[in-house]
């Protein structure tokens, strides 16, 4: 039982200790964590040689042509990483340590405290999921992303009846992180979502790319992935985890509990053209230009790169729609 327990590798509140036990009972009974005595051949770790194994196939990936590698891992947007051009966050990866690292979860949840990475990912098995990425700039990609669902890791903080959204946030260390010296976003970079969102089996916690452990200008060593919506809700590299009851909205004059005025970077940013769903939506144009199409980075480069339809949900419809019925997707875009 020990090695599959969570552990807090800081100072532990001690009615969150004494209740470990039972909340760990209730963790693997609820099937999140394996019980004793199961094999943990499955059991996730960042390999040392870069490489993942036992990785298991997904059956709903999308059969789509994957986007190369070298696209993947050079057309990027990590503007902590600098900015300017898409090369540049991979041009300065090098900067990013990612080893030791932890996460912080904070809020209304009944396990918060300090995790390290091995902590978090240690029960959970690795899957490749082939999704769409769609950037709100109108480039798409396909990915092979190695990750498990981020509602798995959610759980396991055993989140409160209050805790309505999921705030996310990003490193923002400037010795590491070159992009910080602009003040393009106000850092550190956040993003958020409702818990229904955060919990939906499709969205995931990512840390690698074909096989392979995150390169840091994808957002090594653990970032979000939500397929539904722009590339820019699926933020990179995140060390700290908040469970709110209340989305902050533009123009609040308060700041949230978390020490920030707005959840998401880019919805404070402009929110007329960063809302704060922001699920692909051809219907929906941004302020400055139409998401009816998009250009899928295939590798084929040049002007050959193929220009496809923008799907409702990037495709996803079918999985996601049922947690926006009845609301009007152009004023909750
Ligand atoms: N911390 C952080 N996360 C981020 C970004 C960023 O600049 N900083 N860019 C976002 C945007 S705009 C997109 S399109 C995707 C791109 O992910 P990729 O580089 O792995 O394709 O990451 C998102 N996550
Ligand atoms: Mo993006």
Redesign the pocket.
Known sequence: MKRNDIKPSEITPEAVFLNRRKLVAGAVAMGLLPGCGQPDATAAAIPDGGEFENVQPWPASTTETKSPWEVVTTHN?YYELGTGSYSIASRNADSLKTDPWSVEVTGEADRTGTYTLEDILQPHTLEERIYRLR???RWSLVVPWVGFPMGDLLQRFEPRSGAKYVQFFTLADREQMPGLRNQVLEWPYREGLTIEEAMHPLTLAAVGVYGKVMPAQNGAPIRLVVPWK???KSIKSIVRINFTSEKPRIGDEQRSASGWTWMSSWNQYAGNEYGFYSNVNPNRPHPRWSQEVEQRLDGTGGLSVPVIDTQLFNGYADEVAHLYQGMDLIENH
Request: charged fraction near 15%; aromatic fraction near 28%.
């Open positions: 947007n950037c709100v700039e722009y590339g820019y």
